[in-house]
């Protein structure tokens, strides 16, 4: 008798790997930092913390969790006291080590407490983990992020955001940065603009936030977002902004759109809802296929079946309904449950299925495991025929900014050509949007392949920066030598 | 700084009180009881228990919390073997003695061990533990289904399976029960038929189980439902059935189809997704106004919504947007976060808002407290009109037949009359299905008021049962004089 | 590899089963009832349980551990109000079950709430509870001592107090017991007197504890010992007294002096320390052989090492040193390890044990296996002769009066002649004290064969009570059908 | 109501800080491990931690609380192999940080990884770690220990031996250490052999331990004392031995054979146990009183009291118990609690001490605060004279040398001449051994004052190292800015 996890199964899904939050100058710095945080769960849901300040002495709180499970112990709530606030929520690594990775991660410099933490991923952070190690440095976690305390602690400069920009200066990859010394709250955005982060306002007080949603959870006010490239200073002062990088044209991540953010967000101007319905319509449009019924694989699948249904003029129903109470791991105990695994999550509803022609659409196919799946169960209820639309093009090139996608091997899309993957699947048909398609959905506008509007390397293979780590094939941090138990 | 609960604020919707499932003969028991209870834990989410038989031993593991986070312990899989098993999902009482009331009952009667788990309520129970304490019966629990042991414990049959008729003939109120002794799981639905309770087969193992969807989650056949009065046992020649309570008209909880049971279960024959569907085509129909978005209060509105859009002909859209990533409390520091509580589950998608007439679908009005918080979000998200469409008729009356609903006091269809309700609620109009309306969508003809089909003494105070405790005022059991850490 | 506990090392030790300790119209109720508990942690040191009345309800929290790791959390402290209390401290029964064994047990009479703690052991707890369970009373636990509110329950006399009367009149065995209800501490120590009871006064109010250490820890004053037979109430006008048995001749515990009670106890007036001096010094008279050192088995073997040596003079030295920081297991990977396993908790004083002639005094042997190791340890660090000295009689005969002793046929006495003892323990010369030395030492006179003065049947076999239970084989109890995990 | 920790009444004892433990080539490695500190328990027992080498990967457990309860737990087991670890007892320092701060601490360098547990204490720690700082290294912890990794980190050389003994040049102070990489232990002690550290073997594998008992318990033999200033290598080739630093005459601490070490223990060749003998015989032979009865303060104080009472022809009697269950915290509501707290550990043997003339033994007075409520006790129970008798002279001077003993001002020897002392502590008199009798005592000889064979500052005030960051007033370690929940 094993175990599996519910989350395993989700390997078929690509997960995003970091929120955060931070406010400054606020009496319910705490508070909102846990709202805020509770809004971005979908952005990382095995791990919070919150660092505040309360003008002498930086607490911490960092857990494994989700956040409303571990922000209510009144010795938490009586240590996170203080005026400023930053916050993040993850994925945890493998293994034991998990707590020590848990950001926001916190330095003692010599100009003084120091905390950090981080959305993206830095591609070049094992050559400078490397080289700062082989200087005497040493590193308390496996995070990415540490890389960037090091390089401020043996920064010359006499204040610690001109150490933060320096260190920026040497890493390179996707960031969005919310850190906390004891006179304000820093916010940056890396010059491409991969990762989101917004600005906010309640009352008198600022905030940053990757997404829209955790301003309205509070009532707050969205002022706008962070441009690619900006450093915001939060202090007593109020909000200062600077520009201390080499302007580039931005590439925010279309993933986000089709995915990651939440639906009720609205990033750069664009409503993530509306860009996923017209990424069904469009879907509709490039390849629909006579049927009686449009179902959405619940819950991302929604807008964009809703998108397509309005434009293909078939009628849109629940034919999936998905169960929202998974907890962490379930026994699995022979091998006919495993293969009926994933009903953990999805069942058929079978009265709107039984000898339907069904169009299934999905926002996305990562290895496919779980399409297979869904199109097994469907078939199971009766359907005569399955018609899958994905509201993404095929993902056939891990991301390296910050997203958690499986090696380039295990993507369907890289496995096999399109022509193919119908059939490993299951379907009568299978169509993707084109990219052309997706921006369209998104910016209204086609794609401009000689300087692309956005971040598509996981779609068209072309990455913005250099990716340092993966060219000299430098993977495995050192500290990895170490496990602990939790 | 105070802290309240999020599932407080569903103070405002009705609950389910349990879920029950049972299996013999099974070499899969305790993971099929897992899954089963994981498929109907909609049904109560604060605590669980299972009790298996392992041809010597009865072995129990009770724990608040998930289905999925409480049974994958190595110590709890290795104890709980043998290929019988029967289970429970609840909602915890108040206080700290929630621990003893966790379900299954075990209890050794001088015929051996038996175990029992219920879901419903009985309207005698405290007078038959008064009369039964004064006879110098002692509780372990303030369960009400305690009763039915120290019934049986003190029966004069040599049989459990007729003590147990014996007992249940002496209880009045509403009752699936499925219970285990050392040669058979029982499972028994009240004559009138007002919780739901289904057969099932995998492989040679038959099933019981409150709901279709415990079924399919495992691949398990749907054999029928049970029928009202009957007890069925599963024993190792296969399953029997018995008749053994005087026949009534039955009178199944129209409540389940309406809110509690999942969408994509069969009851009585009925796909639940179809008729609440059609509540919103009945909705449309009775009450429409025009507008230019239907917008669903998630998730339990969402059929409605839909069916109601199909009829009117309108735009049906995620107006709302609700995060399930809920832990179990909050921290809430100020009356102002306090006011905007609501949007820990629910934010305004307001895209899909701004400047729209909006007709928001729910399924109930309880208290109507979260009603106004909605409404107040999507005139503050840009709705220039909000009606709301209720597909239920006022609730009324308390529930006396297992669903926690407040006292009748507190129900806002109590408190004013429709007319005034608009007003309260915020919306420019407010209107609920007729229960003619409700009684088309489900059964597809109008109520028998000389003998109704289903039970539904909440819409229209007609109880299908004697109250006895209610009528002689008996509500403490004496055993709450004991409060326990937990 | 496999685990062991150190307590089960100590299977080699008798172990008391119980401590208790009430008060009452007392502001510090729960403060004092932990401290009584903490003074009294040798005579039961797995699980402790304290109940209390704040005037409306009672409250109760029980937990597996110390007293001083489970009394001290804010949730228990604010719980546990009121000026009435009653605890108790317990060693716990194997398997997952112990947590509803642990007491005070609870329960809700027709008559009100009532809570009882007892130390002692009923012997025909097996066939009363037969009986009850015949006639449809259902046990929620596997105590004993649950077979006395069982019989309460069933009780026709009006009052609680002549309801517990006429239970213990039905029981066999030994008992100190502590109750409480709405408006009364009761105190009950068995005709026979077996285990010991004590009154005492702190301010204006009384305290019931099974020693004398449990008043001095709060600089209570010791008033006497409850009188075999007695039942004391304690009420709000104070202490009173009531003979309501037949009277016996008083035949309290001699093994209670020996080993169980803290030396600085004193019992029906005879101070503990002082009789271990004196066993120590029969024993010298009795059998002393020519050495060069005394050397006690710590902890409990030095008072009568110390008599021993001084009636002998011949220098006492710590030979043995004792380490009290143990945990609740250790692993044991290997077979060398487990044969060296008695160092966790005791190791040599080479420098004191080289060269020469040892006489090791122990309080008993028991089954003999721990003198086995403790001899091979001092004749390892370098004895020349080691003879051992036991301060008491062989153990030959189990207890069935509330400690925990092998069965018989694992008595070391039992199973062979004390000819062959000091060959299978290693030793060049043993000697019990006799039967009379033990009554000169605790008594200052002989044993009154035709009466004896004291319970001594784990000694000479001669139970003061029948043995219902054993003579009727009864020993399962039914509930045993039932396991839990913790 | 108010927490107090009986832990904290100690805070009137000195505390040893640590307990080190290592072995190589030993395939029972880690139970030997955990066995070896149970043993060094006294030594701190607050929190333990184990790092085991398994041939590729360095595996941690560190935890809060005592040996025998944080070893056991099959995921602890199974993670914990390899034929090499180090391990670690202490006592914890103040507040939420402790878990970073529980060694062995560990560290990637660019030579590989490295494991260092440390038992002393650094006296220029916190200005080697404000150079550090000022230079970019980044501290993890607060502990001293955490500097000689990073000077280690920074060094040049080329071999993580020689790297470790120019990072031991550096720091100021005592320092007996165990460090672990892939290919050896390394152990050192420090040029004037403060603090004890100890060579075993069993079977082919070689051991160091702080206290020769730690061999005792697995049946390991005693090979000989790691001399100062050695650095002992354990490899796949046996034992080695360097002196690489320039040697000094030895001084170890003269209050491990009077306190710290256990009384099994043989430091240099000399009998702990034998040592406070002796010291209680020069006690009486100094400054003895007619008395009816010698008394020891238990535990410690019990062999002195042996001595004296030899000596000095008087009976020794246990005229106080010690009461050894005591759990982490207790209430205490009342000051009439508070002020007989003391009886948590002792009670007076009232039947022992009526109407004698009593000489109370006690190994040192440091605050004094325990003392008195001794004193009080024992007058109480009805002594009519108290002497008191202390085996180490008056402690009058702190300890920067890894025994936590109050700051200066708050030593009773610091704040008043010896003739007040006997009228504030409430004894009839009063006598401390003298420095010459415990130098006889300990070493058979008298203290040679132009190089004394101790090191005895705390007796002395004589310092045998500079003191740097004392004399530059630096004591707050930067890291204290951060605070965390456990």
Not at 111 to 122: D, E, K, P, Q, S
Request: glycine share 8%.
């Amino acid at each position: 008798m094993t175990f599996f996890s519910p989350f395993a199964q989700d390997d078929d899904r690509p997960r995003e790997e970091c929120g955060i939050f931070a406010t400054y100058n606020n009496d319910d710095a705490f508070a909102h930092t846990v709202l805020g945080l509770h809004a971005l769960q979908h952005r990382g849901q095995e791990a919070a913390g919150i660092v505040c300040y309360d003008g002498k002495t930086f607490n911490a709180h960092r857990a494994v969790g989700l956040v409303g499970d571990n922000f209510n112990d009144p010795k938490v709530v009586d240590l996170l006291v203080g005026p400023a606030a930053i916050g993040h929520v993850r994925y945890s690594t493998a293994g034991g080590s998990a707590a020590r990775n848990i950001q926001p991660l916190y330095a003692d410099l010599d100009l003084g407490g120091f905390a950090i933490a981080h959305n993206g991923n830095l591609t070049n952070a094992h050559i400078l983990r490397q080289e700062l190690t082989s200087k005497g440095s040493l590193f308390q976690s496996t995070a990415d992020t540490e890389v960037i305390i090091h390089l401020m602690a043996r920064s010359l400069r006499r204040h610690r955001i001109d150490r933060l920009v320096e260190a920026l200066s040497q890493v390179e990859g996707a960031y969005s940065i919310v850190a906390l010394n004891e006179k304000m709250v820093i916010g940056v955005r890396d010059p491409l603009g991969v990762r989101p982060l917004v600005i906010g306002k309640i009352g008198e007080s600022y905030i940053l936030a990757s997404e829209s949603c955790a301003l309205d959870i509070m009532g707050a006010e969205f002022i706008r977002d962070v441009e690619p490239g900006e450093v915001v200073i939060l202090d007593s002062d109020g909000l200062h902004s600077r520009f201390p990088f080499p302007r580039l044209k931005p590439r925010s991540c279309i993933f986000e759109y089709l995915y990651f953010a939440r639906p009720d967000s609205v990033m750069e101007g664009v409503s993530v809802y509306e860009s996923r319905k017209r990424a069904g319509e469009e879907l509709a449009k490039e390849s629909h296929v006579p049927a009686d019924v449009v179902v959405p694989v619940p819950d991302s699948g929604v807008p964009a079946a809703l998108g397509y249904a309005n434009q293909a003029q078939i009628p849109f129903e629940l034919g999936i309904i998905r169960n929202h109470y998974v907890g962490r791991t379930f026994i699995e105990p022979t091998q006919q449950i495993r293969h009926l695994g994933v009903k953990l999550k999805h069942n058929a509803n079978s009265a709107r299925l039984k000898g339907q022609r069904v169009i299934l659409v999905d926002d996305s196919i990562v290895r496919g495991t779980t399409s297979i799946k869904i199109v097994e169960m469907v078939r199971a209820a009766g359907a005569t025929e399955v018609h899958m639309r994905i509201a993404a093009p095929p993902t056939a090139s891990p991301c390296y900014y910050g997203i958690d996608t499986p090696e380039k091997n295990e993507l369907l899309a890289h496995k096999m050509p399109g022509s193919e993957m119908a059939a490993h699947i299951g379907v009568d048909s299978l169509a993707f949007i084109s990219v052309d398609g997706l921006y369209q959905a998104v910016a209204g506008t086609k794609r401009d392949n000689d300087s692309p509007q956005y971040c598509d390397a996981c779609f068209t293979n072309s990455y913005p920066t250099r990716l340092s780590d993966k060219e000299e094939k430098r993977s495995a941090p050192q500290l990895s030598l170490l496990s602990e138990t939790a």
